[in-house]
């Protein structure tokens, strides 16, 4: 088993939900690690596969790049 230093105020709140749950702080924070990954790996996969896309894209002078356009739609 692996252990992790984890600030007092975060365990705390770890413990919070972790009894709100019935669950134990150790199998609280591992389900929240774990599906952080999971988000993490599955942005990542996107990031990829919108700058393959993006790169099959020809950009001319005046022309627009597909990952400025996601961006920009992103922040409307």
Do not use: C, Y
Request: proline share 3%; glycine share 6%; net charge negative.
């Amino acid at each position: 088993m692996g252990s992790v230093a984890i600030r007092d105020d975060i365990l705390r709140s770890v413990k919070v939900f972790a009894a709100k749950r019935g669950v134990t702080p150790d199998a609280q924070a591992e389900e929240w690690l774990r599906e952080s990954l999971a988000r993490h790996a599955e942005d990542h996969e996107l990031r990829k596969q919108f700058a393959d896309i993006a790169a099959m894209s020809p950009t001319a002078e005046g022309g627009t790049d597909a990952l400025d356009d996601l961006r920009e739609a992103r922040n409307l």
